[in-house]
């Protein structure tokens, strides 16, 4: 099949999960086309599987907001007709579901191509952007003619039937997915650096509790901060490494500060590659207000890094609470805390929870999700 595949290139799951995509299609022979306005994040392997292009904005003095959606759409059309695409498969409904729906109906009446589009629903692009009357109406509409919806959760799937009146049928929940024979413990025992950067994190053999976001507000990483606070007044030898950058970013480090936690919170900025600092991490935490998934908990239980995470959204399809990790009520401070300190202090615990971590993110592997989509498209392209 030739598949052009749309995303974000930005630090976010729908962006990572789009790219592995493209990767993991091309690998079982499939001709990939990766369209983003600039290179997505997780290109850092160098794939020379795929194709990747990159959508140029013409600037003119008249626009105070760029026409983007239209630059997006007349390349989607180029690219469609250069390399014949079967079908399109765009990550994250805005506003790619209402360009896709543009594109398809341009290359049906002027090129008499037809390209038939699936919208993979994220997240926030239902539960919360998506769903902004500024939005909503176009969003409404390019799922409702989409040729196929996807969801990666079944918490997502329900939002969605419920904010926009899709009927259930049409959507089809396939997980976010992990190729764990990348992402696993014999990656750590591989990089032999790792004792040394452990050491250099933690000189005095502290815990280590890792987070990683894009910093933005529903992340509440003020709640994570203030729960590892009461970690460390309960004496628990501990460090806190947060990965990443977004909006919250400079907020949080003014919170680290005001809680006394400067030398025990450290605030480690954006790294490509996320194996390295969680396979020196004890724990990995998440306290977002909302997840659909949460696909940074996959690549932590693949690594063997239990993991405690709010009870909220599609978190527990994810994490069973009590067997990979311990899921805390969204918000509770105190609750968070508990759980920390639970899974830190109790070497029994951690080692169950580790084991059965790295057990569940198998569930979610490459080879057991891709297959799902290419039945979808092999489905829509038979009805064509
Ligand atoms: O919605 C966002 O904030 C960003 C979005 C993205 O573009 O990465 O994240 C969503 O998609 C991920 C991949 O499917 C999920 O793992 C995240 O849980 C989801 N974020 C939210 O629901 C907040």
């Known amino acids: 099949m030739k598949i052009g595949i749309v995303c974000y290139p930005t630090f976010g799951g729908s962006g990572i999960i789009a790219t592995e995509l493209a990767h993991e299609l091309a690998v079982r022979g499939n ?13 850092y392997r160098g794939d020379g599987l795929y194709f990747f292009h990159q ?3 013409m600037i003119y003095p008249l626009f105070e907001y760029p026409p983007y959606e239209s630059a997006l759409v007349s390349r989607l059309v180029e690219i469609a007709l250069k390399h014949d695409l079967d079908i399109l498969h765009v990550h994250y409904a805005v506003p790619f579901a209402g360009a896709a729906y543009m594109t398809k109906h341009i290359l049906k009446q002027q090129h008499n191509k037809v390209l038939p589009y699936i919208v993979t629903l994220h997240g926030t692009d239902i539960t919360l952007v998506g769903k902004d009357k500024s939005f909503a109406p176009v969003v409404r509409f390019g799922l409702f003619n989409a040729d196929g919806i996807t969801a990666v959760s079944r918490f997502l799937k329900n939002e969605t039937v419920e904010n926009f009146g899709i009927p259930a049928e049409r959507i089809r929940v396939i997980y976010n997915f992990i190729n764990t024979t990348q992402h696993n413990r014999e990656y750590c025992k591989r990089a032999q650096y790792l004792d040394r950067w452990r050491r250099f994190i933690a000189p005095r053999n502290e815990f280590i509790i890792c987070h990683i976001s894009n910093f933005r507000p529903l992340k509440r990483i003020d709640v994570l901060l203030k729960s590892f606070r009461k970690v460390i007044d309960d004496g ?3 460090k806190l490494v947060l990965v990443g950058d977004g909006p919250e970013r400079q907020n949080m480090e003014l ?11 450290l605030f480690l900025g954006v790294q490509e590659d996320v194996r390295d600092i ?3 991490s004890d724990l990995f935490v998440l306290t977002s207000e909302s997840e659909s998934f949460g696909l940074v908990l996959l690549e932590a239980m693949a690594m063997g890094c239990p993991v405690v995470a709010s009870e909220t959204g599609g978190i527990p399809e ?11 009520p969204v918000n509770d401070v105190d609750s968070f805390a508990l759980a920390i300190k639970k899974v830190l202090t109790n ?12 057990a569940r993110a198998k569930k979610f592997d490459a080879s057991v999700v891709i297959p799902q989509y290419e039945k979808v498209y092999k489905g ?3 009805n064509e």
């Open 278 to 280: 969680l396979c020196i």
């Open 318 to 328: 994810v994490v069973r609470d009590g067997i990979e990790g311990l899921l805390c």
């Open 255 to 265: 919170l680290a500060r005001n809680l006394n936690l400067e030398d025990k919170a």
């Open 380 to 382: 829509i392209l038979k």
């Open 55 to 57: 959508i140029p904005v």
């Open 31 to 43: 001709e990939v086309h990766l369209i983003s306005y600039s290179r997505p994040v997780r290109m």
């Open 236 to 238: 628990i030898n501990a």
């Open 347 to 358: 070497p029994e615990l951690h080692e169950r929870l580790a084991r059965n971590a790295v």
